[in-house]
């Protein structure tokens, strides 16, 4: 496999040549990790980008190349409103895209509850089994086009922690290709904050496609803004980005798209 590796302002980059490609390293360093600790902690994104990568791991957790018998995983973020079995929850994509499929033991996987009657003290109630669960060691991340991780939208606080979320206009709009019709996408979102993400002993985020390309360009070469909040992730001493060659296209130039 033809693998580009550079670092660009301390952020070590893995451009592979497509999709798959970059699925299959983002697989390997998740199935490394479990490698060297069997009881890692691992935080886990859903949507479109993960999901080719959960693919794999499901073939080498199938072909006993990994086993996650005893990992813990928490998921970034969920709809408030859908209940866990609702088919566009992120639970329920979670069990269908990957715990279905391997030998996770599902109490050990952790999602937000968009139907808890309190959602703060869900929210609080989140970070403290993050804490017990000993922090996460590596958290895998997606990227919003307006350069949101999780449902951090531009503008949240860095210091932010497990929380109650409005999402953007934008986000909605993109995220109703899963829903039949607009109206069905929900408004709010639980997430774990900035903060909350950036204490995870490592950060893998794979971003695939030329619709991501300037998001990865503001993130890796724009301002440290909380206007693009992937660019925090500079903050963070072990980050990865993995790229296929459609979203590492603008991190040749300087010049950023005018919002930069
Ligand atoms: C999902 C999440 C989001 C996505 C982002 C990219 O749990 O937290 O931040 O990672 O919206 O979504 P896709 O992968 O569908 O392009």
Redesign the pocket.
């Known amino acids: 496999m033809k693998l580009e590796q550079q670092t660009i302002n301390g952020i070590e980059i893995r451009i592979a040549e497509n999709t798959d490609q970059a699925s299959a390293v983002t697989a390997e360093l998740i199935a490394e990790q479990i490698r060297q600790e069997p009881r890692s902690v691992l935080g ?8 080719e990568t959960y693919r794999r791991l499901i073939q080498m957790n199938q072909a006993g190349n990994v086993s996650f018998a005893e990992v813990t995983t928490f ?3 969920e709809y408030i409103g859908l209940s866990p079995d609702h088919p566009q929850s ?1 639970r329920a994509f979670m069990n269908a895209n990957l715990f279905q499929h391997i030998d996770i033991d599902l109490q050990k996987t952790h999602v937000p509850s968009g139907i808890a009657v309190d959602i703060a003290s869900e929210c609080k109630s989140y970070e403290s089994k993050i804490r017990s669960a000993g922090g996460i060691d590596l958290q895998l ?5 307006n350069g ?5 939208e531009p503008g949240s606080p860095g210091e932010s922690r497990t929380l109650q979320v409005d999402l953007t206009a934008e ?1 909605i709009e ?2 109703s290709r ?1 829903f039949e019709s607009i109206d069905q996408v929900p408004r709010h979102a639980i ?1 774990m904050g900035i903060a909350t993400i950036l204490e995870s002993r490592r950060i893998v985020l ?4 030329e ?2 390309a300037d998001a990865v360009a503001r993130m890796l070469r724009g301002l440290i803004t909380s206007s693009h909040p992937a660019s925090e992730l500079r903050n963070h001493p072990a980050v990865t980005v993995v790229l296929d060659r459609e979203s590492a296209s603008k991190l040749g130039s300087t010049e950023l798209s005018p919002k930069s």
Not at 44 to 51: D, E, I, K, Q, R
Not at 141 to 145: A, E, R, T, V
């Open positions: 886990l994104a859903t949507g479109g980008t993960p999901m998921n970034l973020d992120y991340l997606g990227l919003g086009h949101h991780i999780a449902f951090n986000t993109k995220n899963f997430t794979l971003a695939l496609g619709s991501k």
